[in-house]
T-cell receptor
């Protein structure tokens, strides 16, 4: 699995847009980029996945440049409830069994 | 509710005691996993089961054993607990052929070994 690098922590205020960047210089052609969110005292949950360009859902947007060596998770107008750890993972899609390997993630703290 | 259910939610053990953490899923997942998460750290894979009847070691298997009892259940056993095993343990399941997508985690078991 491609190694990922993301900031250890970020701070924001309610109502702001938050962008968390993940570097994955060794991403392979068949790798997808996936983000998980973990609230305190809970297990991680899937929030978004993409291959290239831009993906948007009701929770977040994912921006992936043409070279795919990085990606940016964008959270619009964050609230206190968005305080969580965000994990970036890179790995192939649709290849059968896949172990999920987490890094330390980015700890986002949203303040009033 | 459908999902991944872990029991117990909290446990305190004395050094040397044994216990089994239970995990059950009703999402027809083929693969199941046990992770541990230490304070301020990411999740580390202990053991996994790619399919019913198979188990394999992850990053940090020492001191643990697992059993894939059937497709629904995947248990983690600590034979002789040590303080270094104080952690939060998460069980997860996934359908195959979906890469990093589609993992469902349980709510965790917070284990303290004194």
């Amino acid at each position: 699995l491609a190694k990922t690098t993301q900031p250890i922590s970020m701070d924001s205020y309610e109502g702001q847009e938050v962008n968390i960047t993940c570097s994955h210089n060794n991403i392979a052609t068949n790798d997808y980029i996936t983000w998980y969110q973990q609230f305190p005292s809970q297990g991680p949950r899937f929030i978004i996945q993409g291959y290239k360009t831009k993906v948007t859902n009701e929770v977040a947007s994912l921006f992936i440049p043409a070279d795919r060596k990085s990606s940016t998770l964008s959270l619009p107008r964050v609230s206190l409830s968005d305080t969580a750890v965000y994990y970036c993972l890179v790995g192939p899609w649709n290849t059968g069994f896949q172990k999920l390997v987490f890094g330390t993630g980015t700890r986002l703290l949203v303040s009033p | 509710n459908a999902g991944v259910t872990q029991t117990p939610k909290f446990q305190v053990l004395k050094t040397g005691q044994s216990m089994t953490l239970q995990c059950a899923q009703d999402m027809n997942h083929n693969s199941m996993y046990w992770y541990r998460q230490d304070p301020g750290m990411g999740l580390r894979l202990i053991y996994y089961s790619a399919s019913e009847g198979t188990t394999d070691k992850g990053e940090v298997p020492n001191g643990y054993n697992v059993s894939r009892l059937n497709k629904r259940e995947f248990s983690l056993r600590l034979e002789s607990a040590a303080p270094s095993q104080t952690s939060v343990y998460f069980c997860a399941g996934n359908r195959d052929n979906q890469g990093n997508y589609g993992y469902t985690f349980g709510s965790g078991t917070r284990l303290t070994v004194v």
